[in-house]
């Protein structure tokens, strides 16, 4: 009979595998995958000790070869590492590292100088804050912790809240001439993509179009990056839950139809097809949210059009934070607990209603949750004042923001007064009419 082949451990998802790098082969070197797309996959970390470099100082990512019968195998095969998804050496090997994860870290701001620019993040997953310099096409980590974890390998399974670990399927692409290129060869296993500025600039004129077909896609961040078109839709991303659009610039063409959609974070953007449509109305972001009968959260911040309608049994939070031109806002949200409308200097229309199709999906003994309200620096009509006192469960609840110090003047300047400070008046009395 044929002999059976040799078998290790994939050195990128941790897998059983038979198929070896071929330039390890070359030097009695044996490293596994379970597929190609794994190997190109991991090919930017096995690079670094590939062949010749991991014979000279073999890495504790390389799967020793199963040639000495079983003993041999099971001696040279190791545990996945369920932090970093690299094999566990049991022989003292290299320690578990793993970069802050570039999906969960907090934008804290940035500054530019002549040395290059410089990020300033805070991780999601640790919570360590960390400054990236970038200078040219590099980019590198200049204060604070290096890694999100370091430390010894776990061969047992983390917690769930345990977010300081490696997220397979992740894509992380950065702005530049290849960008195009880089987004149309994605990989259609693809789960988290993030895609963000390298500090070098802001192309206003970018012709970048993200339409790819991405049938696992779950996450997508989008930050910095202008965008001529983005197309997310069931045909080609039917799984996206989470999305984050910031300065992918106004002139985008933007169709997104995503029904599996539950957090939705929009910073920076003044759709250009609102400005010609009744109510200064995006037809599409109108889009987006009548699709997205499933969400839970939305974030705007200096979102730039005229209305906004909301429709969903599972929406709990709406943040609408400095949408300067919001003028009217409609809400069937049986669920909602969180309604922030910071800054927003014109808002006149302001309706909960009363009843929707979707009221027949509720159960029969649901009962309204409490609503925290933020009208920070806010001006109300008077109709928007009587909805919130109307509200059966609507209290006024302290910012969330601290905002610059300009929303509190453009508020009192700009508005007669009486809307600057922790809330504008809606409680009392409707006060005069915006």
Request: hydrophobic fraction near 35%.
């Amino acid at each position: 009979p044929a002999p059976s082949p040799a078998t290790g451990v994939c050195a990128q998802c941790g897998a059983p595998a038979t198929k070896q790098c071929g330039g390890c082969k070359r030097y009695n070197v044996q490293t596994y995958y379970c597929c190609q797309g794994h190997q190109k996959e991991n090919w930017g970390t096995h690079k670094v000790a590939c062949g010749a470099k991991a014979a000279a100082a073999p890495s504790p990512t390389v799967i020793a070869a199963a040639e000495g019968g079983a003993a041999a195998a099971a001696e040279g095969t190791y545990a996945k590492c369920a932090r970093c998804l690299q094999p566990c050496n049991a022989h003292g090997g290299g320690p578990c590292r793993v970069p802050h994860p570039v999906h969960l870290r907090e934008d804290m701001g940035s500054s530019f100088g002549p040395g290059g620019a410089q990020s300033f993040f805070q991780c999601g997953a640790c919570r360590g804050e960390y400054t990236v310099k970038t200078a040219g096409e590099l980019s590198r980590i200049t204060e604070g912790p290096r890694h999100c974890f370091d430390g010894t390998h776990s061969s047992t399974p983390l917690a769930l809240s345990d977010e300081r670990r490696v997220v397979p399927n992740t894509v992380h692409l950065s702005s530049g001439p290849n960008l195009q290129r880089e987004i149309d060869a994605l990989p259609e296993d693809v789960v988290t993509l993030i895609v963000t500025s390298t500090g070098d600039g802001y192309d206003e004129n970018s012709v970048l179009k993200l339409r790819r077909a991405l049938p696992r896609l779950e996450s997508l961040q989008l930050v910095d990056v202008s965008f001529a078109e983005i197309h997310l839709t069931p045909a080609l991303t039917p799984n996206v839950k989470k999305l984050r659009m910031q300065n992918i610039g106004d002139s985008c063409v933007l169709n997104v139809v995503l029904p599996k959609l539950r957090e939705v974070t929009i910073h920076y953007f003044r759709p250009e097809d609102c400005e010609w449509t009744e109510w200064g109305a995006s037809a599409r972001i109108d889009a987006m949210l009548a699709a997205a009968t499933k969400l839970r959260s939305f974030d705007a911040y200096k979102l730039w059009v005229g209305s906004l309608s909301f429709a969903g049994n599972s929406l709990e939070s709406v943040v609408i934070h400095r949408s300067d031109g919001l003028e009217s806002l409609k809400i069937w949200a049986p669920n909602l607990q969180n309604l922030v409308l910071q800054a927003c200097y014109a808002l006149t229309v302001l309706d909960f209603l009363v009843s929707h199709p979707m009221e027949s999906l509720l159960p029969s003994n649901h009962v309204t949750p409490p609503l925290a309200v933020v009208t920070a620096n806010s001006r109300l009509g008077v109709q928007a004042k009587r909805s919130l006192r109307n509200h059966p469960t609507a209290v006024k609840a302290p910012k969330q923001f601290s905002g610059m110090p300009t929303e509190g003047m453009f508020a009192a300047m700009n508005f007669g007064g009486g809307a600057s400070g922790d809330n504008s008046d809606w409680g009392e009395s409707d006060g005069e009419e915006a």
